[in-house]
């Protein structure tokens, strides 16, 4: 069962992007040659462990990439109204404007996010005016309003307040809510869930759902709950020591994946209320980011592993559905999680 | 406890360890020599500069040369000797008032912190008296009725001087309390005393270490201020003193004597630089994460 | 098999709210709750953050003292045991917690940190002994080789390095008990089946038990598959029963709900669940908890007038098996 593809235009599109942070202990390679497009309408999902470069590269979809890190090479390419636009390119005060307009970001930690002097209204309106000073009090509250009701808050309730004296799951849904105020065309969410409780994580999720189907908005998900995938994604990423090891539907991918990693993945982490499987741990431990051996990063974790992993990274292959893989043995092995 | 170690080993964990940690990081040791040449100044220099003290008004503020290489005072008598024999008293009384500052403060902040209840109630009320009265002029009421010398002037300053660092120290140790490792500690059923000596302590030791040297720091200012200001009998090569008398004869009127104002200042300076520097890299020495 | 840990009726209530112009209220954190746990078993107990788990897994490692009940080490009453005896059950109840960055004092090395029970307890007398039994103890948690880990310093471990330690710590005393809070919920997905394994591996090897505490409800199911699960809501345990019957035949609404809500690593099986309505989308805190059955404020099948005024008894549907709703009365 596939799920509805969503019109195959792509709305970004990244080209070998490197991206590297400069510490004590010497350069980490966070992203490496990343190639990804991103297909409007979509909800991709890029998962990853810690330190697999997954929050970097959603940083470098913004440019935001913070200090002590930088770009090395490659490019970001946005397709907006039929131009290509190339936000590193672009100067500060563009880019400024680019963002929250066309492309959004909810943040990792969105519950400390909000200003805590400043009732919430305020800092919504303080938002939409600060990138359209035309905007009228009248024409902005209404807005706000439509939005924090796509969000399920109550917006009489909610405006007043300040964010302390919200709860964690209704200041997350202000946070979502004021990433969609310029109605951008692409939302970047980092860990929307997590510090949640799981009855809230739930809502959140519906939340999120309703804004797919009404507003149609591109939404990227960087998180390593496989789970929060299996939920909402139409495509997922799984990122691995900084590149896209495998990329594909979102069934395909945890069904019939064609990497090692991705199918270990799927083969450690415990299901809720499937039938009694046994679960295979992972050996080893992730590579060290700064000092990397030549080849496969995942061959010391590989069961598979063969001469050539040592020696030459795999490139990215395409398999025939749109799925793409970075490993060398990907024909040979025939993985299976579970028949549909 | 672990048996006791050889007298070598204790050697190597206590003085070579810490000497190299320090040496890796320029600052550190600049800090560190810096303070042994003040200490040095003060234990041997008066054996090697003899305190100039006959009185040769020809000699009235001369400029810096090779025989009086920081110029003369304003009754001829050589500055470089007085400050060599100034940092005597200076650095001991700031010694003796930081280390009853920290002694005082570690051991009433760690009850407080640890013990609460009414102990930290009492504590605590003391603290915040002492805090909301005004330093400067209780010390200079405290010096008029107490007959100073070093040892009451380094009582006086440390007595006065420990309420903030307690507060700190007990904020620290309460935080400690609440951590994990403290948690399996007891749960180890570690014992008191090994919790706080093994685990709350080194906790605690980057941080009271630097104060220390901040606290030493502090206490030069306050002599020097009370000296300064007159309210301690005085030897006329005390730094504070110098100060003084370069103040009240006029040194900064005249463009040959501002080196008996700015001798003492630079004397002083130098020591706080090279006492911070020098806590910066105590800091290494006590907490292993910085050294990576 | 023998009850080696029991809760009975056991409550820790604190104070909320006390000013310096007014008296604060008495907010229960752990409510009447009741546990066994037999040796060498594993009981799950699961809950979102803030149902008073935590609590309850430090009450019962005797780290605090309840303000009702009691806790039975062996059917003996711990606090009212005198100083000898609850020392032994002090070291036969330990504790591993969620952070592996704040669990180990980062002033001492590994070995230093592993050695201070040893002398402590008296188990080793010198220094080779201790560095000995350290090396074993490293080695059961899998960090060989262990010379490596002795004089290190915790930051310079992993995370999951740092765990292994953690749990070398708590087996160090052969616990007849380990209260596990959250033990790999900081720990990276694909380095937790290594983690979870060295403990039920431990757990054949020494016959201890496991209070596991989570709000993982798939991770607990996995480690307590063979054991028992026990579902916590705002300091009150509203199921109890072998772990299989509790998950994949829920009873009690409040973990349905929980069930519904959840999603799943499979994406058939979570786009297709049916998530339960709940009555308020409001979440309740531990300060103004509601009267009568907790949950009635969210659930859809309250009863106005029976489930607003007294909370329900346990209702026992099975020989292990019991809920506190009064749809099973």
Not at chain 1, 31 to 44: A, D, H, I, S
Not at chain 1, 94 to 107: A, D, T, Y
Not at chain 1, 252 to 281: C, G, I
Request: proline share 6%.
């Amino acid at each position: 069962m596939m799920a509805i593809a969503a019109q195959k235009e792509p709305v970004i599109v990244v080209r070998n992007l490197s991206v590297e942070y400069l510490t004590p202990r010497g350069v980490v390679k966070a992203v490496r040659n990343v190639n990804l497009e991103v297909y409007k309408g979509e909800t991709l999902f890029i998962v990853g462990e810690s330190g697999s470069g997954k929050s970097t590269l959603g940083f470098a979809l913004l440019n935001l990439v913070p200090q002590p890190g930088y770009i090395k090479e490659g490019e970001v390419l946005y397709r907006v109204d039929g131009n290509e636009v190339n936000l590193m390119k672009l100067p500060p005060d563009e880019q400024r404007e680019f963002r929250w307009k066309h492309v959004s970001m909810v943040f990792q930690a969105a519950l400390n996010s909000l200003n805590p002097v400043m009732r919430v209204w305020d800092q919504l309106y303080d938002t939409i005016k600060a990138h359209d000073r035309n905007v009228s009090r009248e024409e902005a509250y209404e807005k706000v309003r439509n939005l924090l009701s796509l969000v399920r808050l109550d917006a009489d309730r909610v405006l007043r307040a300040y964010p302390h004296q919200l709860s964690g799951g209704m200041r997350q849904r202000v946070m979502i809510a004021m990433a969609l105020l310029l109605d951008p065309k692409i939302v970047i969410l980092d860990e929307p869930t997590t510090a949640l409780d799981l009855l809230t994580q739930k809502n959140i999720i519906e939340v999120l759902k309703n804004i797919k189907s009404k507003l149609g908005t591109t939404m990227i998900f960087i998180t390593h709950d496989l789970s929060l995938a299996a939920e909402l994604a139409d495509r997922v990423a799984v990122m691995y020591a900084g590149r896209i090891v495998e990329l594909g539907d979102v069934y395909e991918v945890f069904y019939r994946p064609k990497h090692p990693y991705t199918y270990a993945l799927m083969k450690t982490v415990p299901k809720l209320t499937s039938v009694d499987e046994e679960l295979y741990p992972i050996p080893g431990s992730p590579p060290d980011m700064v000092n990397m051996p030549p080849g496969c990063k995942f061959l010391p974790r590989c069961p598979y592993a063969a001469d050539v992993c040592k020696q030459v990274e795999p490139p990215d292959e395409w398999v025939a559905s749109g799925h793409l893989v970075a490993c060398h043995l990907w024909r040979e092995l025939k993985l299976e999680v579970r028949s549909p | 406890m672990a048996p006791a170690r050889s007298l070598k080993r204790v050697f190597r964990t206590f003085v070579i360890e810490p000497l190299k940690i320090i040496a890796s990081s320029k600052a550190g040791l600049a800090g560190f020599i810096g303070l042994l040449l003040y200490i040095s100044m003060a234990a041997f220099g008066p054996y090697i500069v003899p305190l100039d003290t006959r009185p040769k008004p020809e000699k009235r503020y001369l400029p810096p040369s090779w025989e009086h290489p920081l110029g003369t005072d304003f009754e001829g008598k050589d500055i470089f000797s007085q400050i060599i024999n100034g940092a005597r008293d200076v650095l001991f009384v700031a010694f003796m008032a930081g280390t009853l500052t920290v002694l005082i403060a570690t051991l009433l902040g760690s009850i407080a912190g640890f013990k609460g209840g009414l102990w930290d109630s009492i504590i605590m009320a003391v603290d915040e008296v002492l805090l909301t009265i005004p330093q400067f002029p209780l010390l200079s009421v405290l010096a008029a009725l107490v007959r100073l010398n070093n040892f009451t002037l380094a009582a006086i300053i440390g007595v006065l001087s420990w309420p903030a660092l307690a507060r700190a120290i007990r904020s620290q140790v309460l935080s400690l309390k609440e951590r994990d490792f403290i948690e399996a500690a007891r749960a180890l059923d570690l014992g008191t005393r090994h919790i706080v000596l093994v685990e709350i302590m080194p906790n605690l030791m980057p941080y009271i270490v630097v104060s220390w040297i901040l606290s030493m720091t502090g206490a030069i200012y306050s002599q020097v201020g009370l000296v300064f200001l007159g309210f301690v009998p005085f030897t006329s090569h005390n730094w504070g003193v110098m100060i003084n008398m370069a103040w009240t004869w006029g040194a900064i009127y005249y463009k040959t004597s501002v080196w008996y104002i700015l001798s003492p200042i630079l004397a002083i300076t130098g020591f706080q630089l090279s006492a911070i520097l020098f806590a910066r890299s105590l800091e290494n020495v006590f907490n292993p994460r910085l050294r990576g | 098999m023998s009850k080696v840990l029991e809760l009975r009726d056991v409550s820790v209530a604190f104070e909320v709210g006390r000013t310096l112009f007014s008296g604060g209220r008495m907010a229960k954190a752990v409510d009447r709750v009741n546990l066994e746990l037999g040796e060498g078993r594993t009981l799950a107990l699961v809950g979102e953050s803030g149902c008073g788990k935590t609590t309850t897994g430090k009450v019962a490692a005797g780290l605090i003292k309840p303000t009702d009940g009691s806790v039975l080490f062996y059917g003996k009453d711990v606090w009212k045991m005198k100083r000898e005896e609850f020392k032994e059950f002090r070291k036969s109840v330990q504790i591993i917690h969620q952070d592996p960055y704040s669990s180990l004092n980062p002033m001492l090395t590994i070995f230093r940190a592993l050695s201070a029970p040893l002398f402590r307890h008296k188990l080793v007398s010198s220094k080779e002994e201790a560095a000995d039994m350290v090396s074993k103890l490293l080695e059961t948690v899998g960090l060989v080789p262990p010379e490596e880990f002795m004089n290190k310093y915790p930051h310079q471990l992993s995370g999951g390095q740092r765990q292994r330690v953690v749990i070398a710590r708590a087996i160090s005393l052969n616990p007849k008990v380990i209260v596990a809070d959250e033990p790999v919920s900081m720990i990276d997905v694909s380095l937790r089946l290594q983690i979870l394994h060295l403990m039920k591996d431990l757990q054949r090897k020494m016959g201890v038990a496991y209070l596991f505490i989570t709000h993982d409800l798939a991770t607990g199911r996995y480690f307590a598959r063979d054991g028992y699960t026990a579902v916590m809501y705002l300091g009150t345990i509203v199921e109890f029963g072998p772990t299989n019957s509790v998950i994949l035949e829920p009873l009690h609404p409040y973990t349905r709900a929980l069930l519904s809500a959840i999603p799943e690593a499979d994406p058939e099986k979570t786009r297709m669940k049916k998530v339960m309505e709940l009555r308020s989308l409001d979440v309740p805190s531990l300060l103004n908890i509601p009267s009568g059955c907790k949950f009635h404020p969210r659930c859809p099948f309250f009863k106005e007038g029976k489930c607003d005024k007294q909370p329900p008894e346990r209702y026992y549907v099975g020989k292990d098996r019991w809920v506190a709703c009064y749809l099973y009365e």
